[in-house]
Every structure is written in C-alpha cells, then in structure tokens.
C-alpha cells in the first residue's frame, strides 16, 4: 500500500508539474507573439513618421535593425526601398496579400510564409497619403524553436521539482500510512486507539466488527456445547444398553426392548444431524443467490398437514387447515420446511385431545400464514428465547416427545432469508399461536 500511495501522488505531482510547465510556456509564447505584433505597430509609425518628415527613403534602407524588415512599395506594386534586399532583386509586390488589402482598405494585418526568409512572418502594411504602402514584418518564432530556447531552464526546473515532490510524497505518504499501520498494531485494543477525525468511522465500523465477531464466537462456543451434550445422551444410552447385550447380561426377554431403545437413540441421532446440517446450510446461504419463484402457500401447508396427520392421530391431536389458494415469491422447498416445522412442534407439544389449526391468509402484498395450537403454552420470560437453537422451556418433556431443539432455530432462518417477519402469541396452559408474514 505504502508503494502504491507513493508511486500515486508522485505520478500526479509530476503530471501537475509538466501540465503547468506547458501552459506556463504557451501563456508565455502568445505573449512574445503579442508583444511581436505590437513591435511591429511602433517601427511603421516611427518610419511612417520620418518618411513625412523628409521623404527619405535612405532611413529605411540604412535602418540598423535587421530583425524587422522594412519594405516600401509603390501603389503598382514596384518596390521602392527594403532595409534587408537589394530592390533590383524584388519582384512586383502588388499581388501580395498585405499590400492589396492595404490598398483596398488602408491597412492590413497578415501572416503567412515567406519563401524569402524560409519561415511564417508577421507583416502589417499601410498605405501612405502619396498612395505608397509601407510594410513592416518580423519572423514569427516557432513554437518549437521558442521551447528549445528555454529547453534547458525547463528540465533543470523540472528536475529540481521532482527531486523534491519525492520528498514531499514521501512525507505525504507516511502520514497517510503511519496512521494506519498503528491502527493494524493495535487491532486488539482498538477501543483505546486515538485517531484523527477521518479514523473514526473505520473505527467505529471495525469495533462493530469485533463485537460481533465476539457474539458469534461465543455462540460457536454455546453451540459446540450443546451439540457435544445432546449427542452423548444417545449415544451414552445407545452404548449401554449396547453393553448390556454384547456382555450377555441382558435377559432374553429385555434384548428386543434393548433394541428397541437403540433404534429409538439412533433415529433421535439421525434426526439431530440432519437438523444441524439443515440449520448450516441455512447459515451459509447467500439471499443474492438464491432463486425466489411462485409458491402456494395454502397448497404447502396441506402437503404438511398430510405427512403429519399420522403423528397427530397418535397424539389424539386434530389438525385443520383453513384458507384459500395464495402466492408468495420464495424457495418452495424452504416454506414447506419452515410450515412442517411449526406445525411439527404444535403436535409435539400439545395436550390429549387437542388441535392444532393452520390458517392461510392473503394480503393485499404478500400473505401469512397461522399456526395455533391448544397446547401447553409458553411462559412469557421465555417466548424471546425460543428460536434459539437447543433452547427448551420443558427440557424433560422436549427429550420425552423427541425434539431436538432446532426445529424452530431453522424457522427463524427461513424467515429470515425471506425477508418475513415472524410473530409469536402464546399463554402457559392455553396454547400457541405463531404467525409468519410474508411481503412481496
């Protein structure tokens, strides 16, 4: 990072540096021009001065200033006298473009190329009140020339100011990373590091970071745990009773109920594995991935009251679905695991005798759906705490009815992912109603 912020702001020093340099030079070079052309202006009016004066033209032929040529021309075009050429040797002038316009108009302003001194030339011409044209011209500098002539003042300035924009980004650079660096030092005491004003929101969002990197250690922590504890209480029993047989200690009339005990233990393990991979799966899924389609809802819920009417008639427990046809927009197979899962526990937890009701519900953008049951209810203090996962108001009847205490934690994340909101009724001894809403 060091390297690149330095390469940066040296690369656009140097740019600043040269761009500045070149208007710098132009600024300067159409001033030179400027200044060429006013030139040009002052000899004609001293000439045209001492020509009505005298009348003599030996003060232009004699005149010492080579750089700026001085020709008068006859109103036919024949050229009377020139500071730089012998006349003899100039051809007729009148088709020239500055001594025709300045017939024509009096004056003329013109540059154009001049074979005779090999380059551009400025000329301003204007006729005189005998009707001669007195004409004044200097060489234009080439914009090429002009820059060579300073060529070597612009690379020694160009140098000196490098040299010290490297210092200068360096020193930038420094102070841009140096903050930085001390921050990556002291990422464990972050809470305690004094930074400048711009720091704050990094800080800020990395102290976010850590207290929520700190929750979820700990709920890795609480999960490991819980799942190590509801693992060794099947396993534990499926080992002893194991035990038992293998050893030959068991009476032959309790090996089939032995048996029975370990397919039971083993099933709970199965069922607790497949809950935890369920509930991983959930964990890991990117929503931005996820493909959302059209989904009936009251269809789903009578799918799921089928596969559990066998669990409900050996409860004593009545299971009615009531609604209409309604859609949603979410993964079929995630809504028909988060309504088999609430009406699964409303079976699991409900009374002799009791009945657990699934209403459909459409809305004007989305729909809900309810799942209430007459069972034993749950205590206020703890209807915050039941999507938690392993949590268990009535641990015993929980390990007696067969849950494995995740059945609502994967609830919760289904939800989640479909951006629902989810709602929770209950009284102890009365019963549950829990409701899911979903919104287009």
């Known amino acids: 990072m060091t390297k690149k912020t330095l390469y940066k702001i040296f690369a656009f020093a140097v740019s600043v540096i040269t761009i500045t340099a070149i208007l710098i030079l132009s600024v300067f070079y159409s001033y030179s021009d400027k200044q060429l052309k006013e030139q040009l202006l002052v000899v004609e009016n001293v000439v045209e001065a001492e020509l009505m004066q005298n009348g003599n033209t030996d003060f232009i032929t004699n005149h010492i200033d080579k ?27 009148l088709q020239r473009e500055e001594i025709k316009e300045a017939i024509e108009n009096g004056e003329a302003t013109v540059s154009r190329y001049s074979d005779t ?20 011209s200097s060489k234009a500098t080439n ?13 020694i300035c160009l140098i000196a100011v490098i040299i010290a924009a490297v210092f200068v980004s360096v020193a930038i650079t420094k102070s841009i990373v140096k903050p930085i660096t001390q921050l990556g030092k002291n990422l464990d005491n972050i809470d305690e590091f004094k930074a400048d004003e711009e720091f704050k929101p990094l800080i800020n969002a990395l102290l976010e970071q850590k207290k929520r990197q700190k929750v979820l250690d700990r709920q890795k922590k609480q999960f490991t745990a819980n799942v190590s504890h509801e693992l060794k209480t099947p396993l534990t029993s499926i080992a002893g009773y194991a035990e038992l047989i293998e050893t030959g200690m068991a009476k032959q009339e309790d090996i089939k109920p032995f048996a029975g005990v370990i397919r039971k233990q083993a099933l709970r393990l199965v069922s607790l594995s497949e809950d935890i991979i369920q509930l991983s799966q959930l964990e890991e899924s990117d929503e931005e991935e996820m493909t959302f389609e059209s989904v009936n809802l009251y269809e789903i819920a ?29 993964k079929a197979q995630l809504v028909e695991e988060l309504v088999y899962n609430l009406c699964d526990n409303a079976i699991r937890y409900n009374k002799e005798n009791g ?3 699934v209403s459909v519900t459409p809305l004007e953008r989305g729909a809900s759906i309810s799942v209430k049951d007459t069972g034993i209810g749950i205590p ?7 999507f938690e996962r392993f949590f268990r108001v009535d641990k015993s009847r929980s390990k007696a009815t067969g849950g494995t205490g995740l059945g609502l934690a994967i609830v919760k994340h289904i939800t989640q992912l479909h951006h629902a909101q989810l709602e929770i ?10 409701i899911v809403t979903f919104k287009d």
Do not use: P
Request: hydrophobic letters at 35%.
């Open 425 to 434: 009724n209950s009284e102890e001894g009365k019963g549950t109603e829990i």
């Open 355 to 357: 009945s657990v009701t």
């Open 67 to 93: 750089s700026v040529r001085i020709t008068l021309v006859a109103n036919d075009g024949t050229v009377i006298a020139d500071n730089q050429e012998d006349v003899k040797n100039l051809d007729n002038h």
């Open 117 to 136: 001194q090999k380059g551009k030339v400025y000329y301003y011409a204007k006729q005189l009140d005998n009707g001669n044209v007195l004409r004044v």
């Open 380 to 386: 206020e203090k703890y209807q915050d705490r039941i």
């Open 143 to 155: 914009i090429g020339e002009f820059f060579s002539d300073y060529i070597v003042y612009i690379l």
């Open 302 to 330: 009578n799918r799921c009251i089928e596969a559990l009417n066998i669990n409900a008639i050996n409860k004593n427990v009545t299971l009615n679905l009531l609604g209409e046809d309604c859609y949603i927009r979410g």
